[in-house]
């Protein structure tokens, strides 16, 4: 996906207060009033009412979100209906945002207002990723897009009920009624999904017609004389999104149904039957937990040790910050858009469960660039304040509330959390819709029908489900055999430092990271590190208590780092993979059927794109999750329970690529085609095998 | 409003249990005239104002009538209103009850006995006094830079006392709250998370022998009878819950506490067996040092098999 920059909106008020774009030259909505039109046009047009009723699910999603009357206008309608579904999505596309500030400043119909005042309270930094903000309790998920449609549409991976198409006029802004467009709408849309919109333009009506939409006019009302609505009535079976296409959970409910997903009875147990059997109880996996349980599905979290986050997951406190990166790529997306999620769960989890952590800011210094090279980073990527900030040194003291002597990157929506406490606050959220064994060691898995069975090493069956999450680290089974993906363990360790003798003037309000990073007191101690090396070592070393008292001496501008003494650490264990992005989705069939005794790969067509792998099924990791667990684990877990429980992804496709499971195979098949290529014209290469489940295997 | 029972949960646990406001809750509760909490903040203004009615001298209250004038503008118009005289000097109104502070004079035409209660306070109390009478809810503000309570106005205590707590650490506020560890621990984290951008809001609940809103520990209370069966013991029960909401103060790192106490007779409360067992199972699990804080090691027993009988009755009815 190419990104651009996201440009707030222009927006200036008619004489008699409709607003209107300065960028199209068009009203966002009639002057009959936004709630009018929304009604008439998107909640009659699509009758919302008549079909989310007594479902579990139901999907929306908007082109043009505009000042979000549409969104507040379908959230009102949901939560006034008594039998309106047990979620709503509402999935946007908008260009050009709104600010907070504009947002805050609009004047709404008195049955918006309050829903407007949230809205702009939970509204995201402008930059370009899908914002997911979860209002009633995760009972309603907005996922916005920011950037262009034509860009952002492919990218969706959900089944979609309704569409609304609410984008400027057709001639003022043709790109938001492309042909292409509703050809992609097509591939996301459900089996009686439907289309409104306030247009009747003769190459809406076309492009919905020649996209598979049966196509109606309807009276508009309100001065209009025809609005479009129309019902997707295909005289063909589309080619779906490979994702949304071919569910690899069997748990996935169709969108329209009620939640009667088959379960297999818990070995040994009186407890409610799980839907997932997660494997280890850490960041992953009681984030994964969670985000379950958000959805409707149940799970079991098994631990080898005797209480939760126990190994990566277990220092005192961990940090949580995004990047910036010359190219918005992909691990600049991603981390971006774990950090932005992550910022929401921290505050979560101190609130409900009095957590220690802040999501008070992050300084991150910068010695490589100067100031006027880290704005102009800034400006070419219109990142907002709110997301990142360059600061002079003199700026970032008077935050860090220390002596800085170098620009540092200011991330307002980062900070630092204690990550067992964050863990157990998942757990803790899931509720009855998660149990928890301990000490119990996962050492094999097995395909009995449409279930797996997870067994010890003894081959006992500990429990038994249609699906399995990996969250283990390092997504291996019994830390035995190859490595299915490149992964590598790093230790690291870190020094903890008695506050009080520390000059106070030293203290930072705030975490602050550059070479190490050095946390603000917590109890009286301050936190530093950490170290890393390639080997698994548990026992403190004095060398990197060291290492990690000069780099804390660094960082805080102290002159005398051998006044300094550490007085106790941790070693911890991290797993990174060699493109160091996690490793979460399903797992391909050719690699279970290298983890797994006796599981028979289906033969896959293709391996040059992960998402037309073909995977195993109910079989998931979420692994790797290198030096940023926190972050990744809270994005990790909501990606891919919205794949198990067949929800709308809150990711974009490629990033979803970018995280999967089968980008190790794409490498390799891709890597092998070259060789095969370059053995066709230079005789005496070596000749290269099949990758295991391919088809030509 | 009823209290959400599905609130209650087992084991019980203090913490903070924090919450997003929902969208267009409301977050002030205006005072009619004559009403349960009105009648008992007047009695408390009228003879503990200085209990009440408590600021750090360094710290500007200014700020604290501005922004809960701005909110109840917003979801509770004519409640509690602020601006200025033509000579500049403040204007502190309470339109539904009838009274203004024109430069910290009252004037008005409601009740009298308001007027008077305002009339023999130190006009360095009036303002804070009618924002308290205002309102159901008691007020008291949250420093997040120094995680301390710089301004309080309440009179409807839960068996505390504010002046003990005033410029008070956020830790040492919680200090002698049984089992608190966790609030304890995470207290800078919450103060500073309370005076962010979010509402939050949280609901906590006891069962007292005092039927009075007013708990304060130092102006007397009722305890639980010695001896007497559990249906006798719960006569004389109420299910008090209080529902604690934080408005912030965009830029200063501020946010207003807002305490909405509310107190019903148990057997009033508990009219589903859902409830009933809810309630059983969280009181059983409360350990000996909860039990002791709330006052409630008297009556666990009893309240127990009340509650036990109770949901077996709700449960059994059609």
Redesign the interface.
Known sequence: MKTAPVVPARIVSDDDGTPRSADYGDIYHPRSGALAQARRVFLDGDALAARWRDRARFVVLETGFGLGNNFLATWAAWRADPRRSRQLHFISIEQAPPTRAMLASIGRDAALA??A???A??WPPLTCNLHRIA???GAVELLLAFGAVDSWLPQIVAEVDAFFLDGFAPARNPAMWDARLFKAMARLAAADATVATWSAARVVRDGLRGAGFEVEKAPGGAGKRDITRARFAPRFTPRRSPRVAAPTSPIAAPAGSAPTWPVAEPAGSGAAAAHVVIVGAGLAGCALARALAERGCRSLVLERNADIAEGGSGNRAGLFHGVVHRGDGRHARFHRAAALMAATAV?EA???????????GLLRLESGIGLAEMKSLLDAQALPADYVEALDAAAASTIAGIAVSTPAWHYPNAGWVDPRGLARSWLDRAGASAGLRLRCDVASLRRVGANWQVCDGEGAVIATAPAVALCNGDGLLGGAGNAPWPIRRQRGQLSAIDASSLPPTALPRLPIAGVGYVLPPI?GTVWSGATSSWDDDPALRPEDQQRNVERLAMLLGLRSPSLIAALQGRVGCRFTSDDRLPVVGAIPAAIAAEMVSGFAAAPTARFDQPRFVARAPGLFVIAALGSRGIASAAFGAQLLAAAIAGAPSPAEADLLDAVDPARFLSRRFRRDEAARARASVLPGQPPVGPIAGSAGA | MPFDFSLVSAPFRMQPGLRRVPAGAAQLTPNAPGSRHLSEKMAVLGRFAAQALLADPRFDEGVVFRAIADEAERTAPGTFVVDSTSTGAARIAAPRLGWVLDDGRPRGDGDAAVGALLEALPTSLRPSALLALAFAEDFAVIDGNTATIPWLAVCLPSRWAPEDKIGRHFAEVHAPVADADVLIAASVSLARLVTGDDRWERFVWTISGDPHLDQHPRRGSVEWPAAGTADALAERAWFRSERQTFIPIPGRALAVFTIHVESARLADAVTTGEAASRLHAALASMSPAVLDYRRLAAARDRLLEWLAARAARLDAQP
């Open positions: 309050p829903l005042d949230e809205l309270r939970r209002f009633d309790e505050r101190i609130g409900r469960d009095g957590v220690q952590g802040d999501v008070g109890d």
